[in-house]
């Protein structure tokens, strides 16, 4: 584990940084969702569980960022931040945060991995294909598409893989059979698993997409999808629900289902992503796994799902809404220092509980630090898999450009669209590529922002140890930590490789590489 290893410049230990993060509670902020924190705090008084504390301002700062942005606050950003005195700026960095380009990013990123966006075996969109998808997902959460509009556009998309990019919803399916995509379809926008069903539903559920067609053309992997022009009898389909519906013979009978799907009190729909959406933010969902939405599975707090689904169907399927209710609340922004040691104190939220960050997310912030780029490249020799060096690795477009080090830290493969194709578990592979990497050694070594910061505060030992902690772990050090990274600096002769070693240090602890 990553807590057991010691680190090379003697007394300044990862553990140590760590818990000094979770020290200190904020001030009381503004509750925009008093409900969730009222369902919740009813619940943990009834079982005589304590609610841990608030955390920090730079703690929730640095959760906030990495929840919303898949990135590391800047260093001006922390700063100011944590010397603003106004009661209510947690909450405007929320706003903030919601309405920028860079949460578009991981709102996609996050969405992709759903939808299997990927050219490779075994989905097969192909790169020009792969990539038209990923910008009109982009495009329709950065322009605050309500939910079920963009359901019922993948649902009811025809034309062109390239042209209309939608329909690849339907061509991420493997083998392209109505049971296929009934199976996706339940994933996606019910959080079932169809094979769990009875017959009966499931059967219901693929005549429903029984009449959607695929076609090749004649341009280089290109696909059609259509209702199939052929002629075809009219039939009643049932519904998941046990509801039957008409469909004529020329109908196309994805339409009424969508129509059933995102009706306001269809709580599947809301449900589940209100569930999905709640695992986003907080680490796991109220139903765990988060795409497994079953009568036998039922969540932890079923009054606050029930909560958050009502909140999803009032505001319209506004996502952007739901996020607000759940960052502002006390719940969200509790300490991950328990007041309480009982198993049921984490799934109830009384605290927050550190995760490893995602795969993409930590190869992001190492760059963020170092001023570096990653270099992705495909085995498919077409233009659309060229990768600009600058582009983040959350905005790869294609989950079949990949690394060693994305794959060593679990990254989806996308092949089924599961939740639990990601892993953020903590394994001794990564540790020590973290700890022996010499591709993160060389990003060190070799970053023009680093040595610059070394240049302009070396004849101020603690204020460059002041920068590094701003940059690395969006707080100020301790004194205790100063002292301790001064001592390292000031028994070394050379400047650059005692100031790589504190960032190699300070990337190597728990609170880089977890959000807390």
């Known amino acids: 584990m990553l807590e057991d290893r010691v680190y090379r410049i003697g007394t300044f230990s990862r553990w140590h940084v760590l818990l000094l993060a979770c020290l200190v509670a904020g001030p009381p902020v503004r509750a925009a969702g008093p409900s969730i924190d009222s369902l919740v705090e009813a619940r943990l008084a009834k079982l005589g569980i304590q609610p841990a504390l608030l955390c920090s301002d730079a703690t929730f700062l640095r959760r906030v960022h990495l929840d919303l942005t898949g990135r590391l606050p800047a260093r001006d950003r922390v700063v100011r931040f944590l010397d603003a005195r106004a009661p209510d700026k947690r909450a405007r960095l929320i706003d903030e945060l919601l309405a920028s380009p860079a949460a578009a990013d991981l709102a996609t990123m996050r969405w992709c991995d759903v939808l299997r966006v990927k050219s490779e075996f075994p989905i097969n969109l192909w790169p020009r294909a792969a990539a038209a998808y990923h910008r ?22 025809s034309g062109s893989s390239v042209r209309d990019p939608p329909v690849n919803f339907f061509r991420a399916v493997t083998p392209h059979h109505p049971a296929g995509i009934a199976r996706a379809v339940a994933l996606t926008f019910m959080g079932s698993r169809i094979e769990r069903w009875e017959p009966a539903r499931r059967e219901g559920l693929a005549k429903l997409f029984s ?73 796991r969902g109220l139903v765990e796994e988060p795409d497994d939405l079953r009568p036998d599975n039922p969540p932890v707090h079923p009054e606050l799902l029930a909560f958050l689904e009502e909140e999803v169907a009032r505001s319209g399927f506004d996502l952007v809404h739901l996020q607000r209710l759940i960052l502002n609340s006390r719940t969200y922004q509790r300490d991950c220092r328990p007041q309480a040691r009982r198993p049921e104190a984490v799934s109830l939220g009384a605290h927050v509980v550190p995760r490893r960050l995602d795969a993409e997310v930590i190869i992001d912030a190492i760059d963020d630090v170092t001023g570096t780029s990653e270099a992705y490249w495909s085995q498919i020799p077409e233009p659309f898999t060229i990768v ?39 394994t001794p592979e990564q540790v020590q590529h973290l700890q022996n990497s010499t591709r993160l050694t060389r990003k060190i070594a070799s970053s023009s922002v680093l040595k610059a910061l070394a240049r302009e ?46 960032v190699w240090a300070l990337i190597n602890t728990q609170e880089f590489l977890y959000r807390h």
């Open 211 to 283: 009449r959607v067609a695929f076609k090749s053309t004649s341009e280089w992997k290109e696909e059609i999808v259509l209702p199939d022009p052929r002629p075809a009898a009219a039939f009643t389909a049932t519904l998941p629900d046990g509801t039957s519906v008409n469909v004529p013979a020329a109908a196309d009978p994805r339409k009424p289902f969508a129509d059933w799907l995102v009706r306001a009190d269809n709580r599947w729909f809301a449900r589940a992503v209100a569930n999905r959406t709640w695992a986003w933010l907080c680490g």
């Open 457 to 502: 505060h070396w004849r101020d030992p603690g204020r460059l140890v002041e920068e590094l902690y701003l940059r690395c772990l969006s707080r100020r050090p301790t004194p205790a930590e100063t002292g301790t990274a001064v001592a390292h600096l000031r028994s070394r002769f050379i400047r650059g490789p005692a100031v790589e070693d504190l």
């Open 388 to 426: 600009p060096e600058a582009q983040r690795t959350i905005e790869l477009t294609d989950g079949s450009i990949s690394s060693p080090f994305l794959e060593l830290f679990g990254r989806p493969a996308r092949d089924t669209g599961l939740a639990r194709e990601r892993s953020n578990a903590v």
């Open 136 to 157: 009109w997902v982009h495009r329709a959460l950065a322009d605050g598409w309500r939910y079920d509009r963009f359901a019922r556009a993948l649902l009811t998309a």
